[in-house]
């Protein structure tokens, strides 16, 4: 009948208003994806005579599909605003434990340090080694320690050098170093204990008599530390290490691995002051000193690497994210650790995704299993760090399609007014 047809468009036409209004509704809401009614004709027909000439039965609503094209995105200035530039959704843990997507990057750190949106929910990713490396395996939360980062003492110095051919021997021959006419050259570099306290390193550089070999003097505070694979010739504080050079400039002594060795190196305002105040005893501290790489050529005295791996106490300064994910931890001290990746998922069929709220989605049966992975690999698309993707719904279409649903859902309303004057007219034949 005609009621029921103009019913359907009724129906039909009110689920477009309510898809339109909710699109609306989310223009402003971040990572929001608006959707579309799509309907489709009804007919009745049967096996006798065919459907040829059936005047149809009305409309339904096949489906009310996401459009996941790409929002415009806006920037922040908050480091942990995140937006997704192409494919993808962040990987959520939710409060209850189960897995949920989203485009929306509205993240900030909790009071345990872990990357959380604004409903609670664990942001997941690859969690970095203490080495800084990231290797696979199943995300987990992200965490940032927000205390302070412990010291770090000192394991390894790198030195590379050119000691001048040219230069000639030293004036005065018993090192002495106080005296600069007791050696050619020196250089110096901060150095940290098991409590992360600094100490000044210093290196003595002599030319010999013998040809193309140097004798290296070392020493923290003052204090003569020289000790495995040293030279002794006198007291202790002459003595060094013995670096030989080919007759074209190459070191080669020490062998490679080019390095020498500092045992048990106890800090002067160490042990003994720190049991003194009650405090915990600066433990002993072995090191290496590498010199890999180091040369005597004819040209000037140079140190053209220095670099130490210890570091004092700091605290968190900032978070930076690059477009691969790579979430990166700033400290005081001048330290940059890397604590892990961001994942992201893509489905199959995006369309097929539930709507959880929230600007969620939960996996499917018709979005398929996510395909998990790290920022630009693949068809995932890039992190933009202090921004956030807007809604990709278009004002203006939208209030145009409202127009159109209106008018939709009047015809319709017509439809059911003009067939109820045809009955009225029915029953009134005499």
Do not use: C
């Amino acid at each position: 009948m005609a009621f029921n047809t103009a019913l359907s468009g009724l129906r039909a036409a009110n689920t477009d208003l309510e898809v339109t209004g909710n699109n609306i509704a989310n223009a402003s809401t971040t990572g929001f994806k608006k959707s579309r009614a799509e309907f489709g004709d009804v007919y009745a027909t049967s096996l006798i005579g065919g459907g040829g000439g059936t005047p149809g039965s009305g409309v339904l609503v096949s489906n009310v599909a996401q459009q996941f094209d790409q929002g415009n995105v806006s920037f922040t200035d908050n480091a942990l605003d995140l937006a997704i530039n192409g494919s993808g959704f962040f990987v959520l843990a939710e409060p209850s434990g189960a897995p949920a997507y989203t485009r929306s990057g509205y993240f900030s750190l909790d009071n345990n340090g872990n990357i959380v949106n604004n409903t609670g929910s664990l942001l997941q990713g690859r969690v970095a080694d203490a080495n800084g490396n990231i290797t696979g395996g199943t995300p987990t939360a992200l965490v940032v320690n927000t205390g302070n980062l412990p010291p770090s003492q000192t394991d390894t110095v790198s030195l590379e050098f050119n000691l001048d051919s040219t230069a000639s021997i030293p004036s005065v021959a018993a090192f002495d170093e106080l005296n600069p006419l007791s050696f050619n050259e020196s250089t110096s570099l901060t150095v940290y204990d098991s409590r992360g306290e600094s100490h000044t390193m210093t290196n003595f550089f002599v030319k010999t008599a013998t040809n193309n070999v140097w004798n290296m003097h070392t020493f923290i505070d003052g204090t003569d530390v020289v000790t495995n694979g040293a030279v002794t010739a006198g007291p202790v504080t002459n003595t060094f290490y013995q670096l030989s050079f080919t007759s074209s400039g190459i070191l080669v002594s020490p062998t490679n691995p080019a390095t020498l060795t500092v045992d048990n190196w106890v800090p002067t305002n160490g042990a003994a002051g720190s049991i003194a105040s009650g405090e915990p005893a600066v433990t002993a501290s072995d090191f290496i000193i590498s010199v890999a790489g180091s040369s005597q050529f004819g040209s000037d005295f140079s140190v053209s690497d220095v670099n130490q791996d210890g570091f004092a106490p700091g605290r968190l300064t900032s978070i930076e994210i690059d477009n691969t994910g790579i979430l990166f931890a700033r400290y005081s001290n001048g330290e940059a650790l890397t604590l892990g990746q961001i994942v992201l998922a893509s489905f199959a069929n995006e369309q097929g995704l539930s709507p959880l709220g929230n600007t969620t989605w939960g996996e499917s049966f018709e979005s398929g299993l996510p395909n998990v992975g790290v920022p630009l690999a693949g068809s995932l698309g890039a992190i933009q760090a202090g921004a956030l993707e807007e809604s990709n719904v278009d004002l203006s279409d939208e209030l145009v399609h409202l127009i159109i649903a209106q008018r939709n859902f009047q015809a319709n309303a017509k439809t059911i007014e003009t067939a109820d004057t045809v009955t009225q007219a029915i029953i009134n034949i005499r």
